[in-house]
Nanobody
Framework: QVQLVESGGGLVQAGGSLRLSCAAT????????MGWFRQAPGKEREFVAA????????YYADSVKGRFTISRVNAKNTVYLQMNSLKPEDTAVYYC???????????????????WGQGTQVTVSS
């Protein structure tokens, strides 16, 4: 019923920028919160950023704070991740996630999210 469609990944050199997009569709979907996670080869999935739909409060991992910005377009159920000053350490598959429930939650935990995209590869060359 609910699908998350990601786009915007690609190849970029260190110091460059990319913008990832994620659109949520589905007849029963409610955008309580959406987030971005990433997973590098041989590593666990790690939290990158999240946004609570209302009032738009955002959260960031320390590793990306000041470089990445998460935003949303309410009417389109779409979330973006603007990535600036990219580093080789940012290389990973980036996953969009959506929480379809209200209440408080641990925004950095993958288990708190209900739906996931298929991922988009981001590769940063040195």
């Amino acid at each position: 019923q609910v699908q998350l469609v990601e786009s915007g990944g690609g190849l970029v050199q260190a110091g460059g920028s990319l913008r990832l997009s994620c659109a949520a569709t589905g007849r029963t979907f409610n955008s309580y919160a959406m987030g971005w996670f990433r997973q590098a080869p041989g590593k666990e999935r790690e939290f990158v950023a999240a946004i609570r739909w209302i009032p738009g409060t955002s959260y960031y991992a320390d590793s990306v704070k000041g470089r990445f910005t998460i935003s949303r377009v309410n009417a389109k159920n779409t979330v973006y991740l603007q990535m600036n000053s990219l580093k080789p350490e940012d290389t990973a598959v980036y996953y969009c996630a959506a929480r379809n429930r209200g209440g408080t939650y641990y925004y950095s935990r993958p288990s708190e999210y209900d739906y996931w995209g298929q991922g988009t590869q981001v590769t940063v060359s040195s």
